[in-house]
Each structure stands twice: as structure tokens, then as C-alpha cells.
């Protein structure tokens, strides 16, 4: 047992480099910051590592330690895509750091906390922040910073995406993706990571195989494990690595086999003030829940699919067989996923389904401002439009509001000027309106600029574009499921400028 | 404890950061209350038997590593553990195994074994999985065992394993780059597989190691392009962006030759004057060499592959094929990734971040790109500032005369933003729009000088020091503007505006004689409660009067400076000082006093309102380096198109029909031969036939010859059948020993002169080759035409009289005449093969491991059409005699004959190769590679003492010589045996030692496909049928159910895995969920049918007849594990 390693120490001898292994001990020592000047070489990357830095930096606990460590990978270029990840909360507490390759120290998410300070809103810190050594790669979701560590050139959407990828990971394992959760869970988020990487490099990050490796807590399983003992790493091997089909998990089964498809369509769209669209988009997307045994092949088609103007796919779906056909051919992954997301081509004209008649003003003399916004359905093809919600930013300049609506709630907000009315159902008979007075910083002038309007609503049963699936049929297995397709739409972007 | 200091650092250290949200943090329990104690009860729990103690003590440990707190000297209580049993403490110690290792390298030392010992695991995820642990461990010492499992793991079966030793490569070059010349080897290799799952990672290693030899992509770029979009898709953006950068050096520009008139054109409206020049020069420079561009067909194969990846739901695939549009593409089709990009800006804000950066910096170079998608650009309100301010840049890109009115239009509504940077970043936009448009440049104006009379002040300032910008191109028509912004001092407050205006009152004070003295005796009354750069404004533009004014100003000029003088801050000290020794003359002053006016009324060059993305496309887009706009560590450059293509030949590869085709000796060969196939392709359907089975007949010594055939042979892999007719080639052969037989006699002469040849041209392989060989073409033409004529009716007469027996008898007498020839043609070989490594260096494979075994030179190789042919002729009148088929091509399994340890480092492998046995078709022919890993010559390699069982015969290799250190051979041996699976022993003898091996044939091996219809097929096996009936039923019928597993539904597997499992040729079938595979045991040529049944869902049955009872059950065990697989 012990004869391999010892080989391995001899080789090392003959090779010459004891030095170099002299040098990796060294730091076990104590007092690594007096050793410095001896080791030059990771001394002098290290000492500008420090210069770089702002004096507060060398607080960082683990400077002496990480100094000492010899930097090696900076002699080369080549160093791994993502060197360490940190999570920061709102507060800006370092809450769990994972490192795939040497330990980066956590002084380096300093560089980050300076780039917050100066951006007034946590959207706009900026995703990429170059620091003398490291570049920060950071996403910003759930109120928690994501921050990657980064040593060489590397696409930052590659990061970017992949950040986003372990957040909607979270998201699916533990329902909600926020610091209380993954604290509770870190020993799981640990694991998964270390899955998703291997040396900065993804590996896993198809959920359904992470799912196999390590199996997502649930309240009964926590209450099974306590009691017999067993664990939450799957016992299995990650088979589906090896598959061609690295989506779908091996050995599904159902009792009720059913496969259910939503086709969400969202309006982007900029109103004039005076009604008239500026610019308005379909952007739809298929959600799909499929619950099937086995390796089903399935293919949807389309009534019109030459609505679609862009689209992208998941990797199951068979692009050859679309491009050809303008058919969907695929074996779907177990459980929900994103089939497709399309776009509907800008010439077709896009149908506003509801308008908003507004009259906002304010008037130089008094310190008073009038308030009225009337909402109404436009096109909605006899559907009623439902969960609607008017948002507006109102100026700062703005103290407070008194209005009444004619239906639902409306709250203002006086230290963030946010003013909300949250509608619900449009009675085409009777339009939902609110008005009333603002009243205004005494003394200020009238701000010069109206206030912009968002609207958020759904429509049920009705997709927009008028996409429809035509059918969908499964081959490779036997049971018939049961079919289920929804359609909806939604406000996606939806501002009316006043 | 040595650890113990830095453990306290490490605590004093993080306490600062934030430490009191730890205390109440639910998992850690206020572990640190007391540390020491803690870390002993951990330790306890890890000591002690039950695996969740240990379990809970990991998790807590785990815990308090992604905290970042410091469990270093937990490390020998934990490393015990890494053998433990149960799989989630073995992981989580692998996870501490890999934070803390690099700090304690002794112990982590401890671990090692385990990891070895995972290496040779049977299961290929725990041998990944060990791999992976193992080359993660950041600990020096072990450089040397690393690098020895990557380079096993390399060539490991599991292309998964393969995968893991990929990405093992960089973390041991990150360790020791030292390595690296023995990493490239690796890369090389793994460059050259041919699964989607290893691609995505060896390209990474790539990029990692040797990003600059750029070589080794050559002859892996087409299967790249092509296996693009299986790849998983983090594999595909570091492909793709590496294929962007070989692009570059290896193709011509597609827009060289490209009109510039239209684009020239649009620049000469709005272009700078010196961008025109240089554009003209371009032009000029293109003009005189274009030559009409062709695109090479790889640099259309990687545009065509790379396209449908645009539809990827990932950003950053999305965005590297973009870039490699933007970079590569011609100019008329680099629009279809507008589109795809436009879509991004739908997903989040990070990724709209970095979108809209790319294509602000496209939109400067291709404006009509993003032009239909300008509305997508419109900015909402609830837009986070920094992409406000992206989108602006890229609205101000797209502005051109047609669209500026819409976008003004849009602007307006922008400047009412309460967003105040995002204004500010407005105004200077309209100020962009207005120099690069001159239509718009007096509405602008006019639009900016009534944003004077706004409200807020920054929109004043902002529109202030924009409109300075503006006037300082065209003076003289605006004094106007001057006069009104003179106006503006008496309300205006913030500094930079106000500096602004005063200056530009200075400099173009003759515009405003009357105006400027008064503005400056206002600028004088309230000269001290100014900022600090409005007062230098205030010096500038007394001084600048003083010189063209003296009169109405002196006064109020003297009394600026005094003020200054006593100023608080020394800067305006300092400048007032300075000016008045400049202006105002005394006996002391200087020379200078006579430039003065030179000095402050120089024309001053209009500043150039341009955007911060232009010429940033010299970066890679889409890579940091662009989004930094400064290089970042470890970028490679985008190298520029070159001037002369290079040769594009070395993407050539030689896919052969055969799946161990890509060879060393096999490929030194090649190039000269493709070139006179390709020359005689016509031909090659009315020739090939006879001269190939010619040669073959008139002596193995054609071997070289028959390789191109091979060769060419690719295009029809999957259905080809090389060696279709060793039935036929018996009879054929007596007509070339009446016909040809001087003719040979010719060749072979012709046959020993040119291994010299080669051997002496080496690597300038196409000239000599393509000289010498026409002649001899047509010499070979000649014979095939005579042999042509007289064989066609002797053919004939041949089948029809055929009998098993008959065939075999002349076979077995033609064995005999040729077994001559043969072994001199086999003695002449190994030089040959030796001289390859050597011709083409860069496709030498490393020493480790063997390479794939060479194809058997064999003489029956039969190009597609070929196949044709004889299926005319073979299927009227032989339904009796099926022709035997070429092998179908599955993956060919090697097995080990002799490991390096065994044999004093020299390694055998064999393989079936599958390929009649040339001297004796009762034979089969096996390949055998051997390698020399020694570092010493090794001589005399040979078969000695043949032990076969009863009935059994091998027709030994001819001797080889001499073997060179590092070099490898690879021979034929023919062994019948027999129908049977029993192994054929026998003695491998070098000059110094003898070693025993055997060949054990698997049941799949013992036979050879034949050809048939769906109607001889159904008659034999009803035949066969009736056979069973009169003795026991069962007797030639074995059925069996099977299932088959997911990945083996698809008709390709289900075929891939039968061939894969026997040496049978598929037989066409009607019905869809059929498979019929026929074959003829090699020795008794007893037919053997296959039926696979495919039942509903995963269910299928299996049925095998046969009157060799024993291969038939063997068979059926086989074929059900291969597809079970």
C-alpha cells in the first residue's frame, strides 16, 4: 500500500525539485510573514498582490497563509476557468466560499464590497469587476451576490451562465434560493457544487443527473435519514453522465403518466403617451412538466409554426428534425424543464390587449398634482384579463398621494416613491380607474418629468401570437399518457410612458 | 501542533469580517465557543466505528469549510477516512481531502494508495471518480503518479475516464509545468477521440496547455466541426472559440475581395476623413490582388456546423457563435446572429451586460446588422442603470440619417428621466449624433441650447460642456449659441458648465467682441466665490482678452490676476503668476512674451466625439479581455487573416472504412497514394476489381498498393464490403495465373523498388509517388482489361459449378504456391513501418500505449462500387455459395497478448481484424501489434513452437528483424480454429527471451459475414429449420428474449452492437423491427443466421440458427451481453 507513494517520493528526488518541495512545506510553519524574503519567488507575486491591494485588505485572516503558499500557476497562464465562488448577502457577510482549485482569500471579495459602495443599487454593481489579480464575476439573484473568482481570460458569459445555472440548481433543490436555506443545507450545496465543477470547469450541471448523485432534501426523507441512518448521496453512480441522453435520468417510473406543456407568451411592449405603441414584442416560451416512464420519444407539432421567428431549445430537442420539418422531436428530461423559447416575428402586428388612459399633472403654482389612471382591455379576443397590477415610480419630488380606486388596493410607499394599485380582474362594463392628488415638496419646483407606468396582467387560455399546438405524440413506449397543453399570456416589459 | 498559530490568524482574520452573524447561525451551533474542545469531540467521532458519527462529524466539518473557517488540524483524523465504506463520508472526505491537502503534504500523502487503487477499479465511474480526486490534490510530491494515470487513464476504455484524465490535464500543469511536453502527448491523443464526451474537455486541456500549437487541431478539425453540436454545452463554447482563433490562421478573409462601395460609401458621409484613407488604401491593396475568393469548404464546414448552435438555450454558446460570425463569416452573412442576440437581452441583467457590450462594439464595424432590432434597444425605465447606458451606446451606433429623427425622438423622452448619470449619458449621446450626422447637427444644437433653460442643472451642465463640443467643429456660424450661453453665466451654478462657457467665450471671443469684456467684468465681481475651475477659466479668459482686447480689458485683466495672487489655492497662485509673465510686458520678461498670442489662440483641434467601443473588435468579442478592453491574463490574441492560405491539405484525414483505420505507417503512406486514387477515380470502377484481386492473388507483395483502396474506400464505410469475394477471388485467381502471370512477375519487381523509394523520399510524399505510379497504373489497367475479358465467362462457369468443397481444395493450393511471395512481401515491411514514425512526427501517438492495430494490407479489399458489381454478378446464380462479405464495422476490441510488465517492456496486443486471412480463407486473420517500449533494439521477433489442439493451425508472422526502442509493428497471423473457442497457444520469441501466450477467439470471431437476399435468407433458415426437425427440436435454433436497454433502441445501436459482438454481414429486411445478420463460421462454413425480433417496447427476441449447436448458444450469450451493454 505504502510502496506507490514512496516510488513517488523517489522520483521526485531524481527530477531535482526537493526545493520545490521544501517550499510547499514551509508554510505549515508558523509565522509565515517573517519567512517572506526567503521564498522569493512567491514573495515578490505575493508582495505586489499586497501593493495592489488598499491597506485594509491585509486584515484578510488568511493573508500570511496565502502568501505563503507558492503561487505557481502564476508562472503560466494557464489556471482554471472559475477558481472559487463566494456568496455575500444583502449586508454584505461572506457566507460560504467554495474553492475549486488553491484557496483564493476571502480578501479578495474586498474589491467587490468597493465596487457596491460606489454603485447605488445592487443591479448595478457591475458583473465583472478586474481586480490586480483576480477578475470578480458576479450575479446578483435573490438578494444574494454570487461572486466568482476568476484568474485568466475566460468568456465571462460562460461564467456568467454558469452562475445562473447554480442558483436555478438551488432553486430546484431547495424550492427557495435564499441564505437561511442554503445555510441550513450546506452541507448539500457543498456537494452539489463540488459536482458541478471539476477544477473550475463545469461538469455536471444537468439537474436531473445532479439529482441522482446527490438527492435533494425533502422534510420526509431529513425524518428517514435521522432515523435509519441513511444518507442523502445517492448510492447509485451517475450512469447518466455516461448516457446519450445526459438529460433524462435512467430507470423513470409512473404510475400516472402524464406530460403537460405551458405555452407562456409574454408582451414586451413601450407605450407613447399618447397611446401609440413605440415598440412591442412576443416573447414566448413552452414550459413543459413531463411525468412519463421509460425513454419516451415525443413530438409536438405546431398549427402555424412559421409564427416562431427565433427560437431556442433545450438540448434534448432534435434540431435537424426542426429545421427540416418545423417539428419538435425529442426525449425529454424527467420532470420540469424549458422546452423551447421563441419569438414571434416583428412583422406580424402585435395586439395590445389592454390601454391605459391616464392624466397625470402637475402644476407649477401650487404644491398639489393630479392623479388619474383609468385601465381598460383592448384586444384580449374575449378573454378577460385578470392579475392586473399597476407599478409606478413616482418622482422624488413627490411627498405623498391620496387616492381612491374603484377597485382593488393601492399602496404608496412615501420613502421610495413607489406607488402600486394592485387591480386584479377587468370588468370591460366597468374600468377599473384611481385617482386623486399628489401632494409636492413645498417650495420645489414641479419635476419635469412624468412618472412611467408598468403594467403586469395575465390572460388566460390565450396565447397572444395565436401559436397552437397542433398535437403531440410519444413513440418508443407503450402506455398511453395523459396530454395536457395551457396557454397564457402574460405582460412581460409592459411600460406606458406618461 | 504546527497548525495551530495560523489557525488562530485564520479566526482573528475572519472575525473581522462580519464574524457576528456566525454566532447565531442555526448549523454551526457556536462551534468556536470552544474551539479545541470541538475539534476532539470531531476527532472522537471520526475514531469511532459508526459510520454516522463520522458522517455527522464530516458534515460539521464541511460546514465549517464553506464558512471559511480553518479545519486543518482535523486533517490526520479525517484522511483515516478516506477508505471508509460508506459512500457520503467518502465524499465528503474527498472534499476536505482536496481543500487542505496542499497544506499538509505528508499526510495527504496517506491517501494516495486508496486513489491507486480506485484507478483499477472495473467500474469506470470509480476509476473516474478516483482520477479525479487523485489529480485535484494539490501536492508536488505526487506530480509523477499523476501524470501516469492521466496518461493511463488516456487511453482507458471508458471515454468518461477519458474525459476525467482530460480535465486532469490542466490541474497537473497548473501543479508542475514542467509536464507540459508530456501533457501535449496526452492532448494529442485525446484530440484524436472520437466521442462528443471527451471533445469538450481535451479542447479545454488545449486551451489550458498549449494553446499555440495550433498543429495538433489540423487533423482533428473536421471531426470537431461535426461532433460541434452533440457536445455538451460548456464543451461547445470552448471549442467554438478555439476554432474561431484556427480559423484565423488558417483560412483566407471571406470579406477580402468584397466590395467596399457600399460601406465605403455610408463612411463617407459620416466616416472620418482619415478612416477614409485608410479604408481607401485597403481598397487599393485588395484591388491589386484580387483574385476571385473561394471559400475553403472547412472554413464553410465550421460556418454550416457551427450555425443551429445559435438556437443553444445557453448565453454563452449563443454568444461564442456569434463571435465567431462576427469574426470569421462573410459580411453578408453575419447577420443571422443579430437575431440570436437580440433575443439574449430577454435573460438576465448580467448576461444583457455583457451582450449589449459585444454588440455595441459590433454595431461600430456592422451597423446594418442591428438596424431592423433598433427598437429592441429602447430603454425602460426600469432598466438598471448600467444597461441604460449600453443601450444608449448602442442606439447611438445604429444612428444613421434615415433613423437619427426616431431615435432623437427617443432621446427626448430619455433626457425626462429621473435616472440623472442616464441623462447625462443622453446629452452626450445627441452630441455623438449630432458631429456623425451633419443633417441633424442644427437640430441638435438647438435641441441641446434649449435643454439650457431646464431645470435641472446637471441637464444644463451636461448640455453646456456638449454644446462646447459641437461649437468647437463650426465657430463662426454659432455666435448665436455663443451669445445666448453667454447669457447662461448670470444662472448657471454648476462649476463645469460654467468653466465651459468661459471658455468658450475665450477662444472664440472675436465672434462675440462685445460681449466678452462684459462677461468677464461679471466674471471679475464675482471671482471669489467661484470653484476652483471656473476661476481658472476666469485667468484663460482674461488673458486671452488682454491679447485681443487690450483696450477695453487691460484693467479689468490686472485686476483678475491681483485677485489671483491672493487666492487660497496655489494653483491659481501659480497661473496667475504665470500668465502675467506671459502677457504683460516688462523689462524682465522673456522671449515668450512675443508668442503669447500663439501660445493661448491656437487653433485647437475639434475634440472627436467618438464611441468607447470603437476598434475594440481587435479583442476576441465576447471574451473578458473585450469586456475589460484591456488584456487579461492568459488571453490569446486574435491572430489576422493571413495573406496566402496555408495548405489546406493538412486537415486531410484518412478515415478508412475500418474503425482501427487512423494509423501511423498506414497514414505515412497515404498521401501519395490518395493522390493517384483521386486522380483515377473515374477509372477505378471498371479497374479496381481485377487489379485489386490481381494483386492480391499475384502476391501479398501488393500490400502498399491495395492501401489507397482503403482509403478511398471511406465514403462507404457503413455498407461497404472491402473484401466481398474471397469466394470469388479463388476462382479469379486461376485466371490471373494463366493470364497475368508475367504481368506479376513485372509488378513485383516494380513492388521491391519502391519501399526504397519511400524510405529514401520520405516526407515529400505526393511528387515522387504520383510520378511513379501511372505508369504502372496503366500497366495494371492493361492486365485488368485482359483479365477482364477472359474472366467474365470463366467466372460464370465457376459459380455455377460451385461446390464448397471444390473452392476450398484450390484454395488450399493457391495457400501453398503464395505462402512464398507472401513472407518476402511481409520481410520487406517492417523497415517501411519504422520509417513512418519518422515521416510524420506529429501524428506519432505516444509510446504508452500501442497504437490501434494497423489494418491488415490484405489484398481483398474491394471499393464500394466494386461491391455492386459483384452483387450482380453473385446474386443470379449463386444462392447456394453467398458471398462472403467484407466486415461490418463495429468497434474492434484489442485484447492484451503481452502487458509491458510481462514482457520486459515489450507490450502485444491482437486484435480480430476481420479481414479474410490472405493465405488461407479457413483462417482467421489476426493483428497483432507489437510495441517496443525498451531501450534496446529488439531482434528476431518471432512465433516459435506452435502448440495448437487438435486440428488446429497457425500460420506464424513473418520474423521481424529488428524492433527499434519506442517503435511498433504490427503483423498477421492466420489461425484456424477450428469453429471452436479454445486458445491458441503458442511462443513469442525475441533473440533473448521466449514468452508464452495464447489467443483465445471469442465465439463472434470464429466466423465471417456473408452475403444474402431477404429470400435466401428466409429459405436457409428454413432449411436450417427442417435440419433441426428430423433430430431434436432446438438442435439449430436457439431463441432467447431479450431486453434492450434505452441507448440500444435506435436501429444504428442495435446494429452496431451485433456487429460490434460478431463478424456478421446484416442482411436487408423489409420489415421495421427486424434485424437479420448473416455469417459462415470461417473454418466448416457453416452458415449462421441471426434474427432480432424488436417487440413492443424494450422487449425483443433473439434467434439464432445454426447446425454448430455449440457456437449458436455461444453466440446468443454473446449478442445478449453486447446488447445489454
Known sequence: ?498 | MAASPAYGEEKGGSSSLGEPEYGHDPASGGIFSSDYKRHDDLKEMLDSNKDSLKLEAMKRIVAMIARGKNASDLFPAVVKNVACKNIEVKKLVYVYLVRYAEEQQDLALLSISTFQRGLKDPNQLIRASALRVLSSIRVPIIVPIMMLAIKEAASDMSPYVRKTAAHAIPKLYSLDSDQKDQLIEVIEKLLADKTTLVAGSVVMAFEEVCPERIDLIHKNYRKLCNLLIDVEEWGQVVIINMLTRYARTQFLSPNQNESLLEESAEKAFYGSEDEDAKDAKAEAASLAKRKPYVMDPDHRLLLRNTKPLLQSRNAAVVMAVAQLYFHLAPKAEVGVIAKALVRLLRSHSEVQYVVLQNVATMSIKRRGMFEPYLKSFYIRSTDPTQIKILKLEVLTNLANETNISTILREFQTYIRSMDKDFVAATIQAIGRCATNIGKVRDTCLNGLVQLLSNRDELVVAESVVVIKKLLQMQPAQHSEIIKHMAKLTDNIQVPMARASILWLIGEYCEHVPKIAPDVLRKMAKSFTNEEDIVKLQVINLAAKLYLTNSKQSKLLTQYVLNLAKYDQNYDIRDRARFIRQLIVPTEKSGALNKYAKKLFLAQKPAPILESSFKDRDHFQLGSLSHLLNAKAVGYQELPDWPDEAPDPSVRNVEVRGAPWGAHVHGRAKVPEWTKCTSREKRKEKVEKPFYSDSEGESGPTESADSEPESVSEESGSSSSSGSSSSGSEEEEEEDEEEGSGEQSEDKEEEEEKRPKRKEKEGSQKAAPGSAGSPSEEEEEEEGAKKAKKKKAPQGRKGRAETSSEEASASESSSSGSDSGSETEAKRRKPPSSRAGPKEISLLDLDDFTPPPPQPVPSSSIVSTSLVTDLEGLTLTDTSLAPALLSPAFGAVRTYELLHRMAGEGLSVEYCFSRRPFPGDPHMVAVQIQISNNTDAEVKSLRVSEPKPLSGMRIQEFPEIERLAPGDTASVVMGIDFCDSTQAANFQLCTHTRHFYVSIQPPVGELMAPVFMSENEFKKEQEHLARLGEGKLTGMSEITEKVTLPEKCRSDHAIVQQVTSAANVGRVPCGADNEYRFAAKTVTSGSLVLITLERREGAAAQLTVNSEKMVIGTMLVKDIVQALAQ
Open chain 1, 1 to 498: 500500500m505504502a510502496r506507490t507513494p514512496l516510488l513517488g517520493l523517489s522520483a521526485v528526488a531524481v527530477s531535482g525539485s526537493p526545493n520545490q518541495s521544501a517550499r510547499c512545506q514551509a508554510p505549515r510553519g508558523s509565522g509565515g510573514v517573517s519567512r517572506v524574503p526567503i521564498r522569493a519567488p512567491g514573495g515578490v507575486v505575493c508582495g505586489r498582490r499586497d501593493a495592489g491591494a488598499s491597506g485594509w485588505v491585509l486584515r484578510g485572516g488568511g493573508g500570511a497563509r496565502t502568501r505563503c503558499r507558492p503561487v505557481r500557476s502564476w508562472g503560466s497562464p494557464a489556471a482554471a476557468m472559475i477558481h472559487s465562488l463566494f456568496l455575500i448577502n444583502a449586508s454584505g457577510d461572506i457566507f460560504l466560499e467554495k474553492h475549486w482549485k488553491s484557496v483564493v482569500s476571502r480578501s479578495v471579495c474586498d474589491y467587490f464590497f468597493e465596487a457596491q459602495e460606489r454603485a447605488s443599487e445592487a443591479e448595478n454593481v457591475p458583473p465583472v469587476i478586474p481586480t490586480p489579480h483576480h477578475y470578480l464575476l458576479s450575479v446578483y439573484r435573490h438578494k444574494i451576490f454570487f461572486v466568482a473568482v476568476i484568474q485568466s481570460e475566460v468568456p465571462p458569459l460562460f461564467v456568467i451562465e454558469f452562475l445562473h445555472r447554480v442558483v436555478d440548481t438551488f432553486q430546484d433543490y431547495f424550492g427557495v434560493c435564499s441564505e437561511v436555506m442554503i445555510k441550513d443545507n450546506v452541507v448539500v450545496v457543498y456537494e452539489v457544487l463540488e459536482e458541478m465543477l471539476d477544477n473550475g470547469f463545469p461538469l455536471a450541471t444537468e439537474s436531473n443527473i445532479l439529482k441522482e448523485l446527490i438527492k435533494p432534501p425533502t422534510i420526509l426523507r431529513t425524518v428517514v435519514n435521522t432515523i435509519t441512518g441513511s444518507t442523502n448521496v445517492g448510492d447509485q453512480l451517475p450512469t447518466g453522465q455516461l448516457s446519450v441522453v445526459p438529460w433524462r435520468r435512467t430507470g423513470v417510473k409512473y404510475t400516472n403518466n402524464e406530460a403537460y406543456f405551458d405555452v407562456i407568451e409574454e408582451i414586451d411592449a413601450i407605450i407613447d403617451k399618447s397611446g401609440s405603441t413605440i415598440t412591442a414584442e412576443i416573447q414566448g416560451v413552452i414550459d413543459a412538466c413531463v411525468k412519463l416512464t421509460g425513454m419516451p420519444d415525443l413530438t409536438l407539432s405546431f398549427m402555424n409554426p412559421r409564427l416562431l421567428d427565433d427560437v431556442s431549445f433545450h438540448p434534448c430537442v432534435r434540431f435537424k428534425r426542426w429545421e427540416s420539418e418545423r417539428i419538435l422531436s425529442f426525449i425529454p428530461p424527467d420532470g420540469n424543464f424549458r422546452l423551447l423559447s421563441y419569438h414571434v416575428s416583428a412583422q406580424n402586428l402585435v395586439a395590445i390587449p389592454v390601454y391605459v388612459k391616464h392624466n397625470i399633472s402637475f402644476r407649477d403654482s401650487s404644491s398639489l398634482g393630479r392623479f388619474e389612471i383609468t385601465v381598460g382591455p383592448k384586444q384580449t379576443m374575449g378573454k378577460t384579463v385578470e392579475g392586473v397590477m399597476v407599478t409606478s415610480q413616482m418622482p422624488k419630488g413627490v411627498l405623498n398621494m391620496t387616492l381612491t380606486p374603484s377597485q382593488g388596493t393601492h399602496i404608496f410607499d412615501p420613502v421610495t416613491k413607489l406607488l402600486s394599485w394592485d387591480v386584479g380582474k377587468i370588468n370591460p362594463q366597468k374600468l377599473p380607474s384611481l385617482k386623486g392628488s399628489m401632494t409636492l415638496q413645498a417650495g420645489t419646483s414641479k419635476p419635469d418629468e412624468n412618472p412611467t407606468i408598468n403594467l403586469q396582467f395575465k390572460i388566460q387560455q390565450l396565447a397572444i401570437s395565436g401559436l397552437k399546438v397542433n398535437r403531440l405524440d410519444m413513440y418508443g413506449e407503450k402506455y398511453k399518457p395523459f396530454k395536457g397543453i395551457k396557454y397564457m399570456t402574460k405582460a412581460g416589459k409592459f411600460q406606458v410612458r406618461t
